[in-house]
């Protein structure tokens, strides 16, 4: 019985070992290499550029017309207007968010500017 779990130890241990040294490399990697993150960034900087705005306001602008001024529109149709009243909203999100003067988290530099001691007076 003695023999068994030393040999479940020393297996054990072996894995466990192994398991760390080769995971290393892996939680030290800055990330950043994935294959998919290139067009997913072009896919934002698209979707919140200046013409994603412009394709937002005449797609709201249309669409509101049609619900107000199309008269007697069929189910559909009302729905289809209500689906590009919805995307024209949530392109244009940035533009809107923006007019209400809000920004994106911004995260400061913690480089040398920080400032030690800070709290403590400027006399120590």
């Known amino acids: 019985m003695s023999h068994d779990r030393h040999t479940v130890f020393v297996i054990g241990a ?6 760390l040294i080769l995971a290393d490399p892996a939680l030290a990697s800055s990330g950043g ?4 993150e290139g067009p ?9 550029g200046p013409v994603a705005g412009f394709i937002a306001l005449a797609a709201v602008a ?4 049609m619900l ?6 069929n189910d559909f149709a009302r729905r289809l207007m209500y689906v ?7 392109l244009g999100a940035t533009q809107i968010v923006a007019l209400f003067g809000a920004t994106g988290a911004s995260i400061a530099d913690a480089g040398p500017s920080v400032a030690y001691g800070a709290g ?3 006399h120590g």
Do not use: D, Y
């Not at 590009?84 to 949530?90: E, M, N, Q, R, Y």
């Open 120 to 122: 403590q007076g400027t």
């Open 33 to 36: 290499g994935l294959p998919w």
């Open 84 to 90: 590009v009243l919805v995307a024209g909203i949530l």
């Open 62 to 65: 249309v669409a509101g017309g």
């Open 14 to 19: 072996f894995a466990l070992s192994l398991s």
């Open 40 to 48: 997913l960034q072009r896919i934002q900087q698209s979707i919140t």
């Open 68 to 73: 107000i001024f199309g008269g007697e529109l």
